[in-house]
């Protein structure tokens, strides 16, 4: 196990297009999370699962935005009719018991939306 | 609101030289408190976080209440301390608020 994965890794979509972001949490970590990162500032959060059930979603989520953990394990994130504001850093962190404070982030999703 | 600011973008010192990373938070509940970091063309780590009361690396970190502030502090900075630093607070148990982040630049 070779911790959290996220492909691609960079991603160049026109306005208008639907992409979708693939995360492979650490295995058997019970706890995924979304952020996005955008130039000068930390990780934002976006949304959570605990195992397959979504928790939790952010008021700045748009309904554009959305995220799916079908079986528990790994997780996509779609952005639909993409616009240039949606282009940053998608970061994917999964955490586990004893700690689920403690997250363990991916490489991340550069996206770049022209 | 739950807020978390890092004053600082950037932050250079000299090797050998004390550091002081600033973090404030704004939280209405019972902070819980982590340090983040992010080496160059590496993924972001935890460092450390307050209720372990520990040192990594050489760091600490001590939560004050009063002041409403999480600094991290090391002795002696290292070259090898050079990257992004974010302060990030726990809220409702289950989301995490991050800092903008400072970058601390160690000079040899």
């Known amino acids: 196990d070779t911790g959290v994965s996220q492909n691609p890794r960079h991603k160049i979509t026109k306005r208008g297009q639907n992409v979708t972001f693939r995360c492979d949490p650490i295995?058997?970590?019970?706890?995924l999370y979304w952020y996005r990162q955008t130039l000068g500032q930390g990780p934002e959060f976006l949304t959570y699962?605990?195992?397959?059930?979504?928790?939790?979603k952010s008021r700045l989520l748009s309904d554009r935005f959305s995220a799916e953990r079908p079986k528990g394990s790994f997780s996509t994130l779609e952005i639909q009719r993409t616009e240039q504001g949606d282009s940053a850093m998608y970061l994917c962190?999964?955490?586990?018991?004893?700690?689920?404070?403690?997250?363990?982030f991916g490489p991340g999703t550069r996206l770049t939306v022209l | 609101a739950q807020r978390v600011t890092q004053p600082e973008k950037l932050l250079s010192v000299f090797k050998g030289a004390p550091v002081e990373l600033k973090c404030n938070y704004s939280?209405?509940?019972?902070?819980?408190l982590f340090w983040y970091v992010q080496y160059s063309r590496q993924r972001l780590q935890l460092l450390l976080r307050?209720?372990s009361r520990e040192s990594i690396k050489g760091f600490t970190a001590d939560l004050n209440k009063g002041e409403t502030s999480f600094h991290l502090k090391k002795p002696f900075a290292q070259e090898e301390d050079s990257a992004m630093y974010y302060c990030?607070?726990?809220?409702?148990?289950?989301?995490?608020?991050f800092g903008s982040g400072t970058k601390l630049n160690v000079k040899p």
């Open positions: 962190a999964s955490s586990n018991l004893p700690s689920f404070n403690e997250q363990f």
């Open positions: 939280y209405s509940g019972s902070p819980e």
């Open positions: 990030a607070l726990l809220y409702n148990f289950n989301k995490f608020y």
């Open positions: 307050h209720i």
């Open positions: 699962f605990q195992n397959e059930a979504q928790l939790e």
């Open positions: 295995s058997e970590h019970n706890r």
